[in-house]
């Protein structure tokens, strides 16, 4: 069965980092039996705590996209989040602005696989897990990483976003 195209180009973003980085990189997405849509879901679904969750969050910030893959357990600030970036408004972004820069939906929104890279913030809590876990682009896909590798494959900025 082909995969959903999402699926496929979050794949070969994958491959493309660990061809380019020489790396072991993150392995291949995973599709499981259902969707999840929320952080706790997903923690759920794999059996780990929902802080390894890294929730792919997109961001109208004045207008730009912005990607933040914040910790399940956490809520980004944006108000804080806005003023360490120097923007005048950053705001959860529509349904419409995240697929037009990411061309997937919100709730399998991946860290990568978009038509252009998107300015990326990696939350720095993260780090404190072994094994992280990312959307592939579509609501029941998903990927392992580490903090590490989120950085390396986003070109990501880490940031304290709670």
Sequence with gaps: MQPHPNVQAVQDALDAAKARDGSGGPSGVHLLPDAVHTAA?????????????????????????????TSGAHRVDTAGLA??????????????????HTGQVIGGVAPLGHPTPLRTLVDTALAGYAEVWA???????????????????????PAEVA
């Design 41 to 69: 879901a997903a923690a759920e679904a794999l059996g780990v705590p929902v802080g390894a969750i890294a929730n792919s969050l997109v961001f109208d910030a004045d207008g730009a996209p912005l990607l933040v893959l």
């Design 135 to 157: 959307a592939g682009g579509v609501p029941r896909a998903v990927f392992p990483s580490t903090y590490a590798e989120l950085l390396r494959i986003t070109a990501g900025t």
């Design 83 to 100: 003023a360490t970036l120097g923007v005048t408004r950053l705001r959860r972004a529509s349904p419409e602005f995240v697929r037009t």
